[in-house]
């Protein structure tokens, strides 16, 4: 990778991390930005479907079975634009669960740029499997 890929990739994913402030989830936010030809075509957090309330968990401090993860939030709203996701870089706050690597492989992503691990590793793997160029990258949001 190049110096200037490492340097992008690093300021896109800060970007995501700004974005998943705007999730009302409690337990956690997280951003994702899908990125094409060095333009931004979707982004999304996570978050209840459009028309539901505002809460992400329920009383037990549950999350609900409903919320939608930030990267199937962004390759939705793509299906919804203009714009195609074929051989785009999302960036993503946190690594992807394995429903979610299934929707970045189908919607043509080939890159996956990720900022925290999480304790399974089970879309990384898949993601990894399907040839998917997948890069953890700690990033200092103080830069």
Known sequence: MTEKQRKLDERYLRMARIWAENSYCQRRQVGALVVKDKMIISDGYNGTPSGFENVCEDDNNVTKPYVLHAEANAITKLARSNNNSDGATIYITASPCIECAKLIIQSGIKRVV???????????????????????MEVNNEE
């Not at 999480?118 to 040839?131: F, P, S």
Request: hydrophobic share 35%; glycine share 14%.
């Open 114 to 136: 990720y900022g925290e691990k999480y304790r399974l590793t089970d879309g990384i793997d898949l993601l990894e499997r399907a040839g998917i160029e997948v890069i953890y």
